[in-house]
């Protein structure tokens, strides 16, 4: 049974990872991972790329990072980085 605690729906939560891939699929899966809601593209070369990832859950971000572990090509992703901010925090409207 999975036991889910509520968040805030102030919180914003604020990811990095690094992922790993074969170097011949890096373009098309930053291209990917550009298009996605949230995820922005900071590094893609030689089969590393790091993204940041934004959300209003934890949950939102485990569920990014599952989806790209399943992209073609894709052998490894590492969450590097984790922080829950509050808007004020931060002076910005929180994401959806």
């Known amino acids: 049974m999975l036991v889910t605690t509520p968040i805030e729906p102030d919180e914003l939560h604020i990811s990095s990872a690094v992922i790993h891939l074969r170097p011949e699929r890096t373009q098309e899966v930053a291209r990917t991972l550009a298009a996605l809601p949230g995820t922005d593209v ?8 790091i993204v940041t990832l934004e959300s209003a859950a934890t949950i939102t971000i485990t569920g990014q990072l599952d ?18 901010a509050l808007p004020e925090e931060l002076g910005e409207p929180v994401c959806s």
């Open 42 to 49: 900071f590094y893609a070369h030689g089969g590393k790329i």
């Open 67 to 84: 989806r790209i572990a399943q992209l073609e090509g894709v052998l490894a992703t590492t969450l590097v980085y984790h922080e829950i």
